[in-house]
């Protein structure tokens, strides 16, 4: 069963750091996207950052550009999301995907197509 096993994930101070990883055990073929997405509860998952498999395509959000960095290690079937200077309204379930398309909506880009989902992390920032 394919399988994305996230971490990193926790409770932090405004300005500090976390780094979210993402797993895709079930090695997921035909994937042509890895991304992360978070979501607090009553609003729309939101596109945070997104990587071309090959590294041909890279996506940042307005609201963490700057601040988060997404990177991946293709040989482990890993993608990770480096989040510098959290800030509280960072706080939010951060969930990663893979997929084979992404749709672009008016401020992000999400998946489409045959796609997978972590279970999610939470990630909470203090003021």
């Known amino acids: 069963q394919v399988q994305l096993v996230e971490s990193g994930g926790g409770s932090v101070q405004a300005g500090g750091s976390l780094r979210l990883s993402c797993e895709d055990s079930?090695?997921?073929?035909?994937?042509?996207?890895r991304g992360w997405f978070r979501q607090v509860p009553g609003k729309e998952r939101e596109g945070v950052a997104i990587l071309g498999f090959r590294n041909d395509f890279t996506f940042t959000a307005d609201s963490v550009k700057g601040r988060f960095t997404i990177s991946q290690d293709n040989a482990k079937n890993t993608v990770y999301l480096q989040m510098n200077s959290l800030k509280p309204e960072d706080t939010a379930a951060y969930f990663c995907a893979v997929s084979s398309s992404i749709t672009r909506r008016v401020s992000d880009y999400y998946p489409v197509g045959v796609t997978r989902w972590g279970q999610g992390t939470q990630v909470t920032v203090s003021s």
């Open positions: 079930g090695n997921t073929p035909n994937i042509n996207f």
